[in-house]
């Protein structure tokens, strides 16, 4: 069961739904979105009575849901929800871009790399500080010192920043410089981690695992929602498969039956996914029109010295394609404009 909170519910209005549901005996999760907040119930919920949690004030609906993910099942709040990082918006109409440096190098390069995604049309910049590499002797990020560099680029910029975090000990550290975190496909199923994010605030960008079925993965939003956060953007980035013409298989399919499933916002990453610059394009225009409410890309001012990820970052001349066919796609497909 779910308890779907009005818009305007204030904290008291929530607070007695809880109690409500505690005083029967049933377990209450609360997570908040920047639209909604809604409540999971959970435990022995046989004496928890539907209609006297309907009549609560504040309370706008209560909802059985059968997905083993409650608050983030399309069962819950048949509408979609927007996620808003800053004065950005992932989800609800025209596609997000979000661009960046796979990994945060020189204050330089991270500068040269966001205004790359300034040019591309992106309303987010990403880069990672923390980089999770196959080899241990692969450069592993620059840590505080890269969100630093990404802080100075959002002053620079003005484009908010999303990173990944590794570690459920380095939330606090990368939550205080970030807008939006991010769970690699690594750290999918890292639960410690994906609580600890979810209490950390902001809102979350989940990747896919790369083993991951579709319902690990809504079940991992899950446990960052049922942690708080309930503003959380999904993110197909490639599975394994015995494919090895691309370095993961882009499941297209995954975001369609992402969205049927969930409310969350669902985006692509076709540079992981394909693993090669001249993929990039294809396989955004294949997440546009599957219906994806965006696409995060690997931009970089020099690839062939890039430290991770070079031979899928796109360069300067792939800018205007890019942002070309993400203004003129939408419509053409009877989807919103940016
Ligand atoms: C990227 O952002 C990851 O850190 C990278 O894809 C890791 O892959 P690799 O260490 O196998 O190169
Ligand atoms: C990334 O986007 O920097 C990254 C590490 O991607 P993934 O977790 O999808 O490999």
């Not at 435990?43 to 209560?62: I, K």
């Not at 997000?96 to 945060?104: K, Q, S």
């Not at 899950?222 to 599975?239: H, K, P, W």
């Amino acid at each position: 069961m779910v308890i779907v909170m009005d818009a305007d519910a204030t904290s008291g209005d929530i607070a007695a739904a809880v109690d409500a549901v505690t005083a029967t005996g049933g377990e209450a999760y609360v997570s908040r979105g920047t639209s909604r907040t809604l409540i999971a119930v959970g435990g022995d919920t046989a004496q928890v009575p539907p209609p006297e949690l309907q009549a609560l004030p504040g309370v706008a609906d209560v909802v059985g849901v059968s997905a083993p993910y409650k608050l983030v099942s399309r069962e819950s709040h048949s509408a979609r929800t927007v996620v808003r990082v800053a004065d950005a918006t992932i989800g609800g109409g025209a596609p997000a871009l979000i661009a960046g440096p796979c990994a945060v190098e020189t204050p330089e390069q991270t500068l040269a790399a966001a205004r790359m995604a300034a040019t591309a049309g992106a309303s987010l910049l990403r880069g990672g500080a923390y980089k999770p590499r196959t080899s241990p002797y692969a450069f592993q990020g620059l840590g505080e010192a890269g969100l630093k560099i990404l802080a100075d680029v959002r002053d620079a910029t003005g484009l908010p920043i999303v990173t990944e975090v590794l570690d459920a000990a380095d939330v606090d550290l990368v939550a205080s410089y970030a807008d939006m975190l991010q769970i690699g496909t690594r750290n999918m199923q890292n639960f410690a981690l994906l609580r600890a994010v979810g209490q950390a605030g902001l809102p979350v960008l989940l990747k896919r695992g790369m083993n991951a079925t579709i319902e690990e993965w809504l079940m991992a939003a899950e446990y960052i929602a049922q942690s708080g956060t309930l503003d959380i953007v999904l993110c197909e980035r490639g599975i394994r498969t015995f494919e090895k013409a691309t370095r993961n298989t882009l499941d297209i399919s995954a975001v369609a039956v992402a969205q049927q499933l969930s409310h969350l916002p669902v985006i692509v990453d076709p540079s992981h996914s394909g693993g090669q610059r001249r993929l990039v394009l294809p396989l955004s225009r294949a997440a546009l029109a599957v219906g994806a409410d965006g696409v995060i890309v690997d931009v970089h001012p020099t690839p062939e010295t890039a430290l991770c990820d070079g031979p899928q970052a796109l360069v300067e001349e792939d800018l205007a394609p890019l942002r070309e066919m993400l203004e003129t796609l939408p419509s053409a497909l009877g989807r919103a404009r940016p």
